[in-house]
């Protein structure tokens, strides 16, 4: 799917809107789609995408959409999913496959080694690369963890309404939490959503000042553990974009370990 993504992507006189529709034989069509965020449909050849959701959101989803016809495509490839998956699971496979095919039509390995090489493996390349790749923070930390070669921890945090208690109908109580995490190749761990950072913390701290972070500190999981990493925690707007580079006992799994978060 990378392959096939990856070769239209470089016949492509761009990347913008018009540009990515360019090597599609297809038309492109903005509605209202309720909770959908697009569609392909490939006997009217038509993409279909929300026009109420956020542009960078609607970016993802035609370079989705692009992938799902590129798939329908190649008679091969689609053979052999059909021959190892099927029903509810292969419409999953599918639709992750096609969110690898938007992730490399928008942001290419060389755009991604681009920000390693200027910023490191930090927050501040994951920032970097949202922006340059015009995509939202969540969908460019999946691509920057698969590029990235040391043990490190990614994470987009932000302020959020917690979760209400056993009987209550709302929690009316915010504060800083994971929206998304992904680590890179090796990695066993990741942030569940909704996990609350501390106010003391580097990552919340980064948030109430503005200023950018970086420090030796630790992950902060859901249950209280804390593995040691060292923080590198980058605010803009209201949230905070973060790595963890796990330190050596951390990466293999010490005591200080959860795997399985």
């Known amino acids: 799917m990378r392959e096939l993504a990856t070769a239209y992507a ?25 909770d959908r965020d697009g569609a392909y449909d490939p006997e009217h050849r038509v993409v279909l995408i929300n026009s109420r959701v956020r542009p960078e959101r609607q970016r993802f989803t035609l370079a989705h959409e692009i992938s799902h016809a590129l798939l329908l495509g190649d008679d091969d490839l689609l053979s052999d999913l059909h021959d190892a998956y099927e029903g509810e699971r292969l419409e999953q496979v599918i639709e992750t496959l096609c969110n690898v095919g938007a992730a490399a ?48 921890l990614y994470a987009v945090c932000a302020v959020a309404r917690l979760e209400a208690e056993p009987g209550e109908e709302r929690s009316s109580e915010k504060a800083l939490t994971v929206r998304a995490s992904a680590g890179s190749p090796g990695v066993k761990y990741s942030l569940r959503a909704g996990t609350v950072i501390p106010e003391d913390h580097p990552v919340a701290v980064a948030l109430d000042t503005r200023l950018p972070m970086t420090q030796e500190s630790y992950v902060p ?27 050596p006992r951390a990466a293999k799994g010490g005591e200080n370990s959860e795997p399985g978060v």
Do not use: K, W
Request: aromatic share 8%; net charge positive.
């Open 10 to 34: 470089r016949n492509l006189p761009g990347l913008d809107t018009h540009s990515l529709m360019s090597g599609l034989d297809a038309t492109l069509t903005f509605m209202p789609m309720g």
């Open 105 to 152: 039509i928008l942001m290419p390995d060389a755009l991604i080694d681009e920000m390693l090489a200027r910023f490191g493996p930090s927050g501040r390349a994951l920032a970097e690369l949202a922006r340059r790749a015009d995509v939202s923070a969540s969908s460019a930390l999946y691509a920057l963890a698969e590029r990235t070669a040391a043990p490190v």
């Open 221 to 247: 999981f859901r249950s209280g553990r804390r593995m040691p990493a060292y923080v590198d925690a980058f605010p803009e707007r209201q949230r905070v974009l973060v790595s963890f580079a796990l330190m």
